[in-house]
T-cell receptor
Framework: GQNIDQPTEMTATEGAIVQINCTYQ??????LFWYQQHAGEAPTFLSY????GLEEKGRFSSFLSRSKGYSYLLLKELQMKDSASYLC?????????????FGRGTQLTVWP | GAVVSQHPSWVICKSGTSVKIECRSL??????MFWYRQFPKQSLMLMAT?????????EQGVEKDKFLINHASLTLSTLTVTSAHPEDSSFYIC???????????FGPGTRLTVL
């Protein structure tokens, strides 16, 4: 089966740095995605990793270690608008038709 | 970035009626679209994978006769909830996979309330 784990909740203060971890066990791996979802809205794409290492995109960075089945999303210079749920998703192999397997999401609350 | 639209954004209907939700990729072609359902404070649950020109692939536990999916073109997929009941009330989200990058882009979602 597929198993994606991430913390349920995290809190941080404005201007700080927060790291959201995600571990996965899947049959087949074809990339890991991070999405941001505000309450009542659909997820928006943040980042994509398919090779080991760090991908940086402005205030957001995502890291992947395939051998450890581990990824993290790093958010710098936190702003109030970053309060949202962050979803880790793994794309399965060809036999899964490229579907994404989602974790339950990490609800991040940013305090002033 | 790629844009996916959904229509309607919200709908309220009576129990027993059918509701159609449209998902369109506006600036790219999508041979594959996905339909998800999300209950409050829960993660996205994949319902089915929609492939243009062929039958949809449904996840285990999802009734294909209740949730009809039609992927008639490379930019449009529709989900019809037939004989809706209150327990079908949920947030329905589609996504479209962009050829080349294989990134999935999500529509804004449709909130369905069945009275």
């Amino acid at each position: 089966g597929q198993n994606i784990d991430q913390p349920t909740e995290m809190t941080a203060t404005e201007g700080a740095i927060v790291q959201i971890n995600c571990t996965y066990q899947t049959s087949g791996f074809n990339g890991l995605f991070w999405y941001q979802q505000h309450a009542g809205e659909a997820p928006t794409f943040l980042s994509y990793n398919v090779l080991d290492g760090l991908e940086e995109k402005g205030r957001f960075s995502s890291f992947l270690s395939r051998s450890k089945g581990y990824s993290y999303l790093l958010l710098k210079e936190l702003q109030m608008k970053d309060s949202a749920s962050y979803l880790c998703a793994v794309r399965g192999g060809r036999s899964t038709l490229g579907r994404l397997y989602f974790g339950r999401g990490t609800q991040l609350t940013v305090w002033p | 970035g790629a844009v996916v639209s959904q229509h309607p954004s919200w709908v309220i209907c009576k129990s027993g009626t059918s509701v159609k939700i449209e998902c369109r990729s506006l600036d790219f072609q999508a041979t594959t679209m996905f339909w998800y359902r999300q209950f409050p404070k829960q993660s996205l649950m994949l319902m089915a994978t929609s492939n243009e020109g062929s039958k949809a692939t449904y996840e285990q536990g999802v009734e294909k006769d209740k949730f009809l999916i039609n992927h008639a073109s490379l930019t449009l997929s529709t989900l019809t909830v037939t004989s809706a009941h209150p327990e079908d009330s949920s947030f329905y989200i589609c996504s479209a996979r962009e050829s080349g990058t294989d990134t999935q882009y999500f529509g804004p979602g449709t909130r369905l309330t069945v009275l």
